[in-house]
């Protein structure tokens, strides 16, 4: 019930990133997507959300600003304050190279997103592969590229990976979870 569902149906090259910036997260493939990206869409952008965590995000800043590319980086924000940003943005972009079940990939579901991802880890558990998201391989900055493309030509499938990611995000609302593991514990 924190996160407001908007489907997703026509949408622009608006894209999101958030996590920490790390470099296990590879931040810059967001960037270097983006830069290509704009090549086709000039009005592509991309806001990046998240604390430092090492020397990942003055590359991404420094990269940025030396190729003048429209990439808004927030620092870290509370819950309720990047929520409410993402209503700015269309696409949910997760350029990780380790991962497990990202709660913000959770959080991008429930709030309607067509999500990017790269199939590292436990994501393929938590995404299907045209069904909840779009899976890439790792460090894959044409696939993933090819997947925004996707997305902004095809308005049946983001709208289908919006309602079918927002239906598989309610399974780990806690009141649910909570009775899952009380069966599991009798």
Do not use: H
Not at 11 to 28: C, D, G, H, Q
Not at 62 to 84: H, R
Not at 92 to 98: G, I
Not at 125 to 149: E, R
């Amino acid at each position: 019930e924190d996160y407001s569902f908007t489907i997703r149906k026509t949408i622009k090259p608006k894209l999101l990133w958030v996590r920490a910036f790390a470099e296990i997260y590879n931040p810059i493939l967001a960037i270097k997507v983006l830069e290509e990206l704009l090549t086709e869409y000039p009005d592509a952008e991309l806001c990046m959300v998240g604390p430092e965590k090492d020397e990942s995000f003055k590359e991404c800043l420094n990269y940025a600003e030396s190729n003048k590319l429209p990439v808004k980086f927030t620092g870290k924000l509370s819950k309720p304050e990047w929520i409410d940003l993402s209503k700015e943005y269309d696409i949910f972009l997760n350029t990780t190279n380790v991962d497990n079940t990202p709660v913000s990939l959770i959080e991008a579901m429930a709030l309607g997103f067509p999500i990017i991802s790269t199939n590292v880890g436990g994501i393929p558990y938590l995404l299907q592969d045209q069904g909840t998201g779009l899976l890439v391989s790792p460090n894959d900055k044409k696939a993933m590229l090819g997947a925004i493309k996707k997305l902004l030509q095809n308005t049946e499938l983001t709208e289908n990976l919006s309602q079918n990611a927002r239906y598989q995000s309610q399974k780990f609302d806690w009141e649910i979870v909570k009775r899952q593991w009380k069966e599991v514990l009798r």
